[in-house]
């Protein structure tokens, strides 16, 4: 029997939606072990002078307890 557990992370990127959810579950993997996948709950930009200055990705990690 597995025993899963859901953590909550906030990434960032000044690139793309996609750099931050990359570099969100690269950095949690350095941490968090056995990741089996992630749900993208929430997107967001920040805004600066009239242009996005940032994108922000609240995600839920699920991972494998050894």
């Known amino acids: 029997m597995s025993v899963a557990k859901v953590t ?3 990434s960032t990127s000044k690139k793309s939606f996609d750099d931050a959810v990359s570099s969100g ?3 949690a993997s350095k941490t968090l072990k056995n990741i089996t996948s ?3 709950a929430d997107h967001q930009v920040s805004v600066k002078n009239g242009k ?5 990705v ?9």
């Open 25 to 27: 579950i690269k950095r």
């Open 58 to 66: 609240r995600m839920k990690v699920t991972f494998i307890l050894e």
């Open 8 to 10: 909550e992370i906030t």
């Open 38 to 40: 992630a749900w993208v």
């Open 52 to 56: 996005i200055s940032e994108y922000r």
